[in-house]
T-cell receptor, first 112, second 113 residues
Framework: QKEVEQDPGPLSVPEGAIVSLNCTYSNSAFQYFMWYRQYSRKGPELLMY????GNKEDGRFTAQVDKSSKYISLFIRDSQPSDSATYLCAMKRGSTLGRLYFGRGTQLTVWP | SAVISQKPSRDICQRGTSLTIQCQVDSQVTMMFWYRQQPGQSLTLIAT?????????ESGFVIDKFPISRPNLTFSTLTVSNMSPEDSSIYLC??????????FGPGTRLTVT
């Protein structure tokens, strides 16, 4: 079993839709959770970060972490064609400078 | 945040040759990481490079194949040695700033023929 599981999609939604992206993990030692956005032929861009359980909101984006279920989510409200990208979840253990463990990434297309 | 540049951005190389990828950061960072991303796949960590010490390699990656240098707090190189077509991939440099944030460079797209 991989430490981080993420459905690769592809996911295709109309503009304005609410998008839900999810990851599950098996290692209860993970405490820091991130979402990266990767446009085609670009490096991953840090989008959201959450420590331990809880929610974090930033504009149209909301990250949720449920450590009891080992499940994290990223919600995108009022999705735009510019949100079309691959979204990667990542997480790490307690050391703040430690390595990241990535999901496979979910390819999202928002069509106008 | 940190701004990271990589050189070259892409290259096409013949099997058996070596390529050195450079990573430059606009600020001093303690830890730098090298990842590989194959088409349609997630990121796989190759090694962690701390300034002044030997790089730490992940399972499946060895120093003879992927030698790394870290001469100072803003620069690192990764060499892909004796290349084969299986080494065709995107190679990404990443840095960890103070606290949790980890940033990525734009990547080097390598094709081995």
């Amino acid at each position: 079993q991989k430490e981080v599981e993420q459905d690769p999609g592809p996911l295709s939604v109309p503009e304005g839709a609410i998008v839900s992206l999810n990851c599950t993990y098996s290692n209860s030692a993970f405490q820091y959770f991130m979402w990266y956005r990767q446009y085609s032929r670009k490096g991953p861009e840090l989008l959201m970060y959450t420590y331990s359980s809880g929610n974090k909101e930033d504009g149209r984006f909301t990250a949720q972490v449920d450590k009891s279920s080992k499940y994290i989510s990223l919600f995108i409200r009022d999705s735009q064609p510019s949100d079309s990208a691959t979204y990667l979840c990542a997480m790490k253990r307690g050391s703040t400078l430690g390595r990241l463990y990535f999901g496979r990434g979910t390819q999202l297309t928002v069509w106008p | 945040s940190a701004v990271i540049s990589q050189k070259p951005s892409r290259d096409i190389c013949q099997r058996g040759t070596s390529l050195t990828i450079q990573c430059q950061v606009d600020s001093q960072v303690t830890m730098m990481f090298w990842y590989r991303q194959q088409p349609g796949q997630s990121l796989t960590l190759i090694a962690t490079a701390n300034q002044g010490s030997e790089a730490t390699y992940e399972s499946g990656f060895v120093i003879d194949k992927f030698p790394i240098s870290r001469p100072n707090l803003t620069f690192s190189t990764l060499t892909v040695s004796n290349m084969s077509p299986e080494d065709s991939s995107i190679y990404l440099c990443s840095v960890a700033t103070a606290s949790y944030e980890q940033y990525f460079g734009p990547g080097t797209r390598l094709t081995v023929t």
